[in-house]
């Protein structure tokens, strides 16, 4: 009786439960950041070394950007037609109706291009990296090239990072464009809008810095989707479940750093 009544003595209350989850949850978090961390570091090595191989590397390119193209168009046009309306309908008397330009322009450019392409990216892009080395990894592929001598972040994450930084930008660059021309369509089918009064508007109230600022998200956008998707895949455990449960957990991981990093640009950077 004193034993059973010491044992459950001992058991953490609510509080200590909570505490205990909340250390499992840190450590799991400082796990990852210090693993990507790690290969951060060795994919900028191998970069600036040249060591990888480039056949993969354009590869990689073809298939994050010219595959991608068509879904990238829909959304960027289904974004500006959005915006075009939504704006369309919040405009007043009071308000000139070229301003609609501006605001569609601004949207796409700042906001609707670069997240939704990066969002695109993830389900398209990320998923399959990380279901492709994931496999690689429980079939034991990836243990055979440390086996024989070769480095798998060289062979496999140097290619796939380096081909999103540059594929992201001209993904971007392209939904923005279509999405400001579907906008401007939208704007004359719907609040009557003519191109000429659109244009004028956009111009009005643009800033140079907007092109940059949309071009440096896709940059930073276009490096985290790859490279926690390879993260991912490289950690992967467990045979096909692993490999499904863990392309899962990077979707949710890759969108989730993808509009943590999104709110963080305005204050850093339009302050």
Same mark, same amino acid.
Do not use: C
């Given at each position: 009786?004193?034993?059973?009544?010491?044992?459950?003595?001992?058991?953490?209350?609510?509080?200590?439960?909570?505490?205990?989850?909340?250390?499992?949850?840190?450590?799991?978090?400082?796990?990852?950041?210090?693993?990507?961390?790690? *290969?951060?570091?060795?994919?900028? %090595?191998? #970069?600036?070394?040249?060591?990888? /191989?480039?056949?993969?590397? =354009?590869?990689? !390119?073809?298939?994050?950007?010219?595959?991608?193209?068509?879904?990238?168009?829909?959304?960027?046009?289904?974004?500006?037609?959005?915006?075009?309306?939504?704006?369309?309908?919040?405009?007043?008397?009071?308000?000139?109706?070229?301003?609609?330009?501006?605001?569609?322009?601004?949207?796409?450019?700042?906001?609707?291009?670069?997240?939704?392409?990066?969002?695109?990216?993830?389900?398209?892009?990320?998923?399959?990296?990380?279901?492709?080395?994931?496999?690689?990894?429980?079939?034991?592929?990836?243990?055979?090239?440390?086996?024989?001598?070769?480095?798998?972040?060289? *062979?496999?994450?140097?290619?796939? %990072?380096? #081909?999103?930084?540059?594929?992201? /930008?001209?993904?971007?660059? =392209?939904?923005? !464009?279509?999405?400001?021309?579907?906008?401007?369509?939208?704007?004359?089918?719907?609040?009557?809008?003519?191109?000429?009064?659109?244009?004028?508007?956009?111009?009005?109230?643009?800033?140079?810095?907007?092109?940059?600022?949309?071009?440096?998200?896709?940059?930073?956008?276009?490096?985290?989707?790859?490279?926690?998707?390879?993260?991912?895949?490289?950690?992967?455990?467990?045979?096909?479940?692993?490999?499904?449960?863990?392309?899962?957990?990077?979707?949710?991981?890759?969108?989730?750093?993808?509009?943590?990093?999104?709110?963080?640009?305005?204050?850093?950077?339009?302050?």
């Amino acid at each position: 009786m004193n034993s059973s009544a010491s044992l459950t003595s001992k058991r953490p209350g609510p509080l200590g439960r909570a505490f205990r989850k909340f250390g499992r949850a840190s450590e799991l978090v400082l796990d990852h950041a210090g693993a990507l961390g790690d *290969l951060t570091w060795q994919v900028f %090595v191998s #970069a600036v070394r040249m060591r990888f /191989p480039r056949r993969e590397f =354009f590869r990689q !390119i073809y298939v994050m950007g010219v595959e991608s193209l068509p879904i990238v168009f829909i959304t960027g046009a289904l974004a500006g037609i959005v915006t075009s309306q939504q704006g369309g309908y919040q405009m007043t008397g009071a308000i000139p109706q070229y301003v609609l330009g501006s605001l569609v322009v601004q949207t796409v450019v700042l906001e609707m291009g670069p997240v939704l392409t990066a969002v695109v990216l993830v389900g398209r892009v990320g998923a399959r990296i990380t279901a492709e080395l994931g496999t690689m990894k429980v079939s034991e592929q990836i243990d055979a090239y440390h086996s024989l001598g070769r480095d798998p972040v060289r *062979l496999l994450a140097t290619p796939r %990072v380096l #081909a999103g930084i540059i594929a992201m /930008p001209l993904l971007v660059g =392209f939904a923005n !464009i279509v999405g400001i021309a579907a906008g401007m369509v939208a704007a004359r089918l719907d609040s009557g809008l003519g191109f000429p009064s659109f244009l004028y508007g956009a111009r009005l109230f643009w800033h140079s810095w907007d092109l940059f600022y949309s071009f440096l998200k896709s940059v930073v956008f276009g490096f985290s989707i790859p490279l926690i998707s390879v993260h991912m895949g490289f950690r992967t455990r467990g045979g096909a479940e692993g490999v499904g449960r863990t392309t899962t957990d990077a979707v949710m991981f890759m969108t989730l750093t993808i509009l943590i990093l999104d709110a963080m640009f305005p204050p850093l950077l339009l302050n």
